[in-house]
Nanobody, 124 residues
Framework: QVQLVESGGGLVQPGGSLRLSCAAS????????VGWFRQAPGQDRAFVAT????????YYENSVKGRFTISGDFAKNTVYLHMNNLKPEDTAVYYC?????????????????WGQGTQVTVSS
């Protein structure tokens, strides 16, 4: 069974940095692409970034390009989201999710497994 557990959220000042972690159950990395999504209060859940199933390809939403980096550690079964130059509009609950290998990463309805989320608040 696929399990995903996020951690690393918190309160940070504008311009600061955070690293989110998504710990996956054994066998996820290499068989699923893993993505990050976020949901701000009163808004729909939105795509942030995805790491391809091989760990090579990465995909980003335009507003985070150049500020966020997604990476994976296959030995630790963990996907990270490094967030720099954070802005108040980045405030949201961040979720990681897994989509089967070979499925287009942009087909957001095909992300089958989700974590419980971690809160990120950017405020002075």
């Amino acid at each position: 069974q696929v399990q995903l557990v996020e951690s690393g959220g918190g309160l940070v000042q504008p311009g600061g940095s955070l690293r989110l972690s998504c710990a996956a159950s054994r066998g996820v990395l290499g068989n699923y692409a893993v993505g990050w999504f976020r949901q701000a209060p009163g808004q729909d859940r939105a795509f942030v970034a995805t790491l391809g199933w091989s760990g090579v390809n990465t995909y980003y939403e335009n507003s985070v390009k150049g500020r966020f980096t997604i990476s994976g550690d296959f030995a630790k079964n963990t996907v990270y989201l490094h967030m720099n130059n954070l802005k108040p509009e980045d405030t949201a609950v961040y979720y990681c999710a897994a989509i089967p290998k070979g499925t287009y990463y942009g087909d957001y309805g095909k992300y089958d497994y989700w974590g419980q989320g971690t809160q990120v608040t950017v405020s002075s």
